[in-house]
């Protein structure tokens, strides 16, 4: 690898671009970064260069030797990349209104990763994910590609199984569950060994000073869990607790929308009666952050941005690179191929879980069975994203509506098809496939 | 086996009963039955006694020698039996009322065997039958066991794997098919190859003149289908063939339930709406068979009980005595262990599908593996079935709520809870387990 | 299916056709054969004359409408064949005395089916079936090939992943096996479930009116086997019986080449320093049936064929054709696809196993599964297989090299390269692809 | 863990000891140990003696504060401990000679670690570890065993399976594979993975500077290691560079002994033939050795103990117990628990593969599948320990030749039993179970 580094960020014009300067600065001894180029589409171009700006006063106030370069030419940027990040939101903010308040409006839940929002930005984002994989085949065949566009899981698979670049995925919800069990335990030193999937992933063990001791916290975990609210976008609904410790394992927050489905469903539906869903929130949130930005005296990461959500990511971004560059061989958790880790599972399905990360790429530590429930909930969930990177690619109609009978979150039957169709409609603009079918 | 045999009914007063006396008539030079016991609980003496009478004039027309026993003493009938059939119903009609009734009011399916319903179903039934069996390790250690108590495939692998009593599941799901298919043929000569759970099941290969020739038979299949309802108690929900035949399997009428769930709980919930449910309108035509019985003239089958509902089961399960009697070797579709014929399913997982009958028992025949899809989608409900049968047993309402939350007929959260809580109250009388636990 | 069939026999020539048409002869009226072509190479033209005469003389003295074609044109043949049987040799008899010497000279087995031999043997053979079944893609597509032609198990596995040509194996050590049973139990309606690959193949359960008596009847099977050879062509060496009893199932006489490997390689090496193999004894044998089959006065198969080994073989082959021609459903041991009826072996691997017969093919039992290390035995000796079947058909030197290192009867080392070598080098008229490496 | 920690090292008196004296001294700062229990047995007193003065000169000359203990009180030894090491020879070098000249009169080798030796040897280990993990449950529970007796793979598997006491086993062969690759690349920071069992290992990936290198690499380093013996006790037979370049993988050298049977046979049978066998030369290098220890002006480990074989064993167990103190997580290649990393092996068998090193043990790396050729060959091995390990463990002699039938370097037939039984009178001494048999 090369001693000065190019790192590319897709999607450079988004109000997160800060937090991961923010991090290459911090770590600009040990990921020597020479040019950092931060791409955007043209729709983009005006937010680009806001963040872009502010971007160049972060890392002049920080007088470290690093070019920002602002385009919007994604072939340009990605000729002989190391690493390449990715951080799109295809449609941006109005899609994931969309993809919210059209399933609400027939009583089911839009939720942007695991619900029918999930399931169409998936059939969004994963041809633009592979074209740009296709790009870097050709310009830079040896980056990496470290995705955190969601739904993280399904994207880097499809990455993993459709091209020949390298591509970890990433995600904040393991980073989260961590700090909040060094808070409980007032340590640093203790492993927390994840195994699942994206949004649907476990601590199983905890091991401290020698012992796993999980079982014995659980009940001290989810007492702690339901005082504050662990991920910003999860609505903090309190579960049965003596259910959750029967399953023997530390459930994640996302668990709540199979486990609480219906009292979630109730809460949103309830909200969007009052025209207020989740993805409106944030684009005022954001709306507010681009103000900010364009302020020429602002040259640091405001403080304004942890409450856009998604805190760490970025962070996260950065540790990744760093552990890959250095070879350092420490214990991540990131969305990689599964290689037998879930017995139940194919080889090439993509998992999240703990990982060694090394110059040549994670490699997942191999961890005692899942109890058979697990196993089968894993199976369902994998069968569902399966289909949904299938239809992504083949934009086949059928094997669409397969993949939505297997989501938990989706009413089944004509209902399916009927917000399938008004969803297909609505985003006509970002699913060309899709458009040749009609 | 010896030469004249003793077969005991159990559940001998139900409305089914001239079905199974009839079954027997018919079959009576290749089974030579010597006694017929049909048991009851004192509670259904009265109709015990109805259809009794009317089965002990049913054999004297018909001119045979085989004795009919009615009593309430299930010791003294159980005794040195060679066959037992189980046609009970924990807490009789008024039970399934309950079952479907409640969830309603919830807003969600009761069912009598998917559902809700199902469930409620499984925790009644369950310890009755393993009693049965425990009586049978006594008194008749080698006797078959047929079982077509509902819910057919929960209630057999109970038996199969908490007692030592040889045990075979039955349902008129697949006959039903076969008849339509061969309807549909014009021939008799073909071979449908089951493979699936009680009311999951599918039929995988359509085997005829040395092909198999179900792909291209299905489109005429579906359209059949959707003429005439092929199980009474379903509703003929027209589903998307299109989405149906991209499966490439013959789906049973009870998969409505999963990818046309919504329109079902609709209709449901409309009919509940107007105080009609399904057991209800059971209810009355079992009212009306019974003043039928009682005429001292009728000495056959009356027609109306064929509107019961549940045809051809009794003829099943006459069929499957013969064969084991027999040694026939004759396939037919039955619920049994799965020894990796479906490979995601545990061994000792009771499947429903094509087997050769021996007088050894019936031993499923091998097929190539299932679509991933539909062994991901056997997975989970087959966790739900065997954590049903252990909370069944061990009365653990964790466990329960873990059952649960892997039925998706079922909504999640802390309505779950709520709905259970109330089924609990309302069968506490056949819940001797769960009653402890308060 | 047609009603008047045509069947064609590959090998005609050989000293075994005399059975085969016998046995056609004794079932013409469940087989409606209306014509029998034999065919033989060039080199065996006088051979196929000789016995082809005896097969006319012996269907006029039966008096039935079935002609006999004599032909040394395949193609010919083959056009609208109903059923193809192979009872061929590559490189006759004389090939085998080869096969048999050089290991021998090396001291190791050369054994023609399972050992270096058969390893050869597999390699000659594979690339002459494979035409054959692609001639029939072209004249027969929807013919059933019943192969005989050992080695049984690779060849038949070859035709069923390298062609689409339907195809089932046979061997006669099940129906042997089964004999002796029936002798032991003085009946005839019992079930001997088979369970492994062709020539490692076990009894696992003994169906006896009702029970499965294998363990009890086990020690009886083996004193009772030890008193006679059950297969004319494998040495009757004692086995310790208790270790035998310990594995829980009933073992084949081949089996005795793994378990008494050191025994038979003494008896052997014993035999050809005194100038005495396998192959030449069955030479001579040949030689004077032939003689016999001159006879112009001869209509009928003569008892000393009983001698040459192989004995049912044909049978067997005649009763498959008629249970598939008449879609009998009776229970057979076949050369199978496995279809995950053996856990640890690949879903396309072919097994030897009791499967049911239709029209639309074999169809094997499900059965418990079978221990682990017999699960292990298994996978070994199929791994030996499939690396065989690649070699075969790709000719690479070291695929064959990884084979050999996979078979428990030959040495590994430098000898191994040696022996194969001369034994390339002794076949090369046969061995077409190898030639072309040097 | 404690701050000062208590080390036991049963088998004390091995002439190994000053290696892992000077392992200690060397690493002392991070593994702080108060205490060095050196334990033997009574017959080994005087040798114990010898070595554990030497040992005493050691630390005192390196200035440091380690009690060393010398004790034949095992007991006494292990209450408390934190940290057990076994070097243990049941029977001492004597047994090992018996091993290895009593199947190489009969024809085969003995190979005291894979053949009928290695056998023989876990039968009089297993219980003897096994006593002493039964003893570490009640003195020192949470102590770790670090097992380098041989065969290391199965008497840790006897450990995980049978005892409550945390055990991880060691082997040199992978310390000196990577050391002879890092001279080759000269180099160190690369990544051997390691995948396979102890003696039958192999390195499938060799990650250098962000790629896997195996490939390219791999003539290379069969061309190095053919010009020199990588491990002492195996004979640098050269092997078929194209056959092993076509298996993908690099071997371990012990692989010889299965590649290469014949060719090892031969050379072992030529020199027993002139009175010679490994153990008898080892025998003679010890005896030297324990003259030298003697010497009261020793203070260090003298050279000449590297010829003896099995160099870095000991540094590598420090290096282990080090790992394991600090929680470093660094990458070792250990023998433990399988936990799905080899798809075709249990749950609970043990594996030696790379694996990130906790102060809760061990856990291994995940890695893509194997191929199925080199999963077969796992498998086979395995079954073959595992049925030793079950053998060892109940004296059954039945299993023992069932575990002996498993074994590709024994002989099979009556000449099996003729040499076991030679070898059971000849340890009978040390074979308590299978005396009681007789």
Partial sequence: MSKSLKVVTIGGGSSYTPEIVEGFIKRHKS????ELWLVDIEEGYEKLMIVGNLAKRMVKKAGINMDIHLTINRKEALKDADFVTTQLRVGLLDARIKDERIPLSHGMLGQETNGFGGFMKALRTIPVILDIAKEMEQLCPNAWLINFSNPSGMVTEAVQRFSRIKCIGLCNVPINMTKSVAELLGHEQ?????IGMNHYVWAKHLYYDGKDILQEMLPKILEQE???AVVKNIRPISWNKDFIISTGMMPCPYHRYY?????ILQEELEDFSRGKTRAETVKSVEAKLFELYKDMNLDKKPKELEERGGAYYSDTACDLIKAIYTDSREIMVVNVRNNNTIASL??????ET???ITRAGA????ISSLPDVAQSELLQLKTFERLTIEAAITGDYNTALRALTHNPLVKHGKIT??????????????LDKWNKLD
Avoid: G
């Fill in 417 to 430: 098809q009927i917000v399938f169709d008004e969803l297909l409609e609505a985003h006509k603009d970002y």
């Fill in 190 to 194: 203790f492993l927390l060994h994840f």
């Fill in 226 to 228: 339901s005082e504050r």
């Fill in 259 to 263: 486990y609480m489905h219906d009292d």
């Fill in 354 to 356: 703990s990982a060694v």
């Fill in 31 to 34: 990921i020597p970064i020479k």
């Fill in 363 to 366: 490699i997942p530590l191999s």
């Fill in 346 to 351: 194919p080889d090439d399905a993509v998992i």
